[in-house]
């Protein structure tokens, strides 16, 4: 595209051309005016009259141009039900855990909170690692069975 406001002169173009096939390019060339440059970008107006300057934002910006002026987004938030709904659930985790013996609490904690591998369990407490998966799936159904009634 050349400068913005600018049609081409399709008739030196397009000597050939027909009255209706130039006025199609000059309408065309216009809409593409339009999507690339008005959109795009503020206009500002200043009135000798008034001796005021004013400034129209544009109706459209590039992520590129608000990256480089460095515009901040904001980040998605969570909604307020989903955050009295994750505390319930917590609340209620802990409940659970709660009524859960040392030992069981001790391996969901190692498991689950401090991310140690069935395998490690296994070393630590001196058994076989098929014990400890054993009493895992065990407590994993005592939680289970304990959400499904509240």
Request: charged share 35%; no cysteine; net charge positive.
């Given at each position: ?121 296994a070393v ?8 400890v998966h ?10 289970k069975n ?5």
């Amino acid at each position: 595209m050349a400068k913005a406001y600018r049609i081409p002169d399709y008739r030196k173009m397009y000597p050939e051309a027909g009255e209706d096939v130039i006025a199609v390019l000059k309408t065309t060339e216009r809409k593409m005016q339009y999507q690339e440059y008005d959109l795009k970008t503020e206009q500002i107006i200043i009135s000798q009259k008034d001796k005021s300057i004013t400034t129209i934002p544009s109706r459209e910006d590039s992520l590129e141009r608000l990256a480089e002026q460095e515009v901040q987004f904001a980040g998605e938030a969570e909604s307020v039900e989903e955050t009295v709904l994750r505390r319930i659930q917590y609340v209620q985790l802990h409940k659970a855990l709660s009524l859960l013996s040392g030992d069981e609490r001790e391996l969901i904690e190692r498991l689950f909170f401090q991310n140690q591998t069935v395998r490690e369990v296994a070393v630590d407490m001196g058994i076989y690692p098929n014990a400890v998966h054993k009493r895992k799936k065990r407590i994993l159904k005592k939680l289970k069975n304990f959400f499904e009634k509240n």
